[in-house]
């Protein structure tokens, strides 16, 4: 039961990480369509990052009354009719429109499911987890790409995304008995957690919950920046072509995935916060290549790759770190607020490189995210260490 379970948590993964990075890879061709600056990108974004941030904070309240199966169904739906109206859009005030419920279907998904596997799957399959996001953002710059290579729309890239996700509701549906069945069992393990439930106040001041919070704000405003805007950034700062640009800035998405799948294997042996040190440390690495003049575009492309490796294991180690900081009492509200945090940074950051882009140039993506990545190392050394409990639910997997 647990194992068909944890197969369709992955696949719901997938339908998160797909329009997470569709908009960078089509926005170069958008803002065209829709005549409206480059820099336009980051008030999306901040729409989107905001219903995230309000639906990661509701998901306690959400799942109490409706039940984990339902909140992901209604979740799911909600990103394709949205997706859908990203595909109907012909004027970026109707973006803007879709925006924000596409971010209350995604904040739902993510921040339900990444508790769940916590505390209830051992730790490579939070790693493992967070691959199967990396997989969708893989695949929806090639859906996008395949249709500017051959003369398309951008519209037609998100009309098959919307499909895809209508597809993922079908499946969900049919899964609702499943998800009771593990309900009703978990019922009986919930009574025999001996952490004592705080209240959000005083669970905000434990120590290292602020530095953990703040971490997620750093790691976001390093993904979702480099998401969005590398392609912008291979055509204006690089010189490569738009087909070509809109393509590869998938790589920062395969490298994430990489990264993952890395970790997944490695994380019970080496631990979270010694994981998290590497993936900075590759992560600001990164960000000097990136940094570097180049007359070819292999350069550009192997530090997006190699940056995406680095941030792999960051954030699934960080949400798996979680309990070990509160109890598994408290952990659902914590990474409610980790996840705020990290829409915050989403929100934010993505939006204020929107303005430098504007204002200054694009070529400094690569300091903002190394900026950043010290931020994170300054927070991850505030950070305990301790021992993740024990997840008994699904001692096989």
Not at 260 to 272: A, H, L, N, Q
Request: charged share 10%; glycine share 10%; aromatic share 10%.
């Amino acid at each position: 039961m647990y194992t068909l379970l944890l197969v369709i948590i992955y696949i719901a993964f997938v339908s998160l990480g797909l329009p997470d990075s569709v908009l960078g890879a089509a926005w170069p061709s958008m803002h065209q369509t829709l005549q409206v600056p480059e820099g336009y990108a980051g008030l999306i974004t901040l729409l989107i990052y905001t219903g995230t941030t309000i639906s990661s904070m509701a998901t306690g309240w959400l799942n109490q009354r409706l039940g984990t199966g339902k909140v992901i169904l209604f979740s799911v739906m909600l990103t394709a009719i949205t997706m859908y109206g990203f595909s109907i859009s012909d004027h970026f005030l109707q973006l803007c429109a879709w925006a924000l419920p596409y971010g209350l279907g995604g904040g739902c998904i993510d921040a339900t499911l990444n508790n769940y596997v916590v505390l209830h799957y051992k730790p490579r399959h939070t790693s493992f987890l967070h691959c199967f996001w990396g997989l969708g953002t893989i695949i929806s710059p090639l859906i996008m790409g395949a249709f500017l290579e051959r003369g398309g729309m951008w519209m037609q890239g998100y009309q098959v995304i919307a499909i895809f996700q209508m597809v993922l509701t079908g499946i969900l549906f049919l899964s609702l008995p499943l998800w009771k069945k593990t309900e009703e069992a978990e019922t009986v393990t919930e009574h025999e957690a001996e952490t004592e439930t705080l209240p959000f106040m005083a669970l905000f001041r434990t120590r290292g919950v602020k530095a953990s919070v703040a971490a997620f704000f750093c790691y976001t405003s390093i993904e979702t920046s480099i998401g969005l805007w590398a392609s912008s950034f291979l055509i204006d700062a690089r010189g490569i072509d738009i087909v070509t640009a809109t393509r590869c800035s998938m790589l920062f998405f395969i490298g994430i995935m990489s990264g993952r799948i890395i970790s997944g294997f490695i994380s019970e042996r080496f631990g979270d916060l010694p994981l998290i040190r590497w993936g900075i440390a590759l992560s600001a690495v990164s960000s000097v290549l990136l940094l570097l003049p180049s007359g070819s575009s292999l350069l550009p492309f192997s530090a997006l790759i190699l940056m995406g490796v680095g941030c792999g294991p960051i954030f699934p180690c960080m949400i798996h770190h979680s309990p070990c900081l509160v109890g598994t009492a408290n952990s659902q509200t914590l990474i409610g607020m980790q996840l705020a945090a990290a829409s915050a940074g989403s929100i934010l950051m993505p939006a204020l490189f929107g303005v430098i882009v504007q204002h200054l140039h694009i070529g400094f993506l690569p300091l903002y995210a190394l900026l950043f990545s010290f931020l994170l190392m300054v927070c991850l050394h505030r950070l305990p260490v301790c021992h993740t409990p024990n997840h008994q639910a699904s001692e096989s997997m």
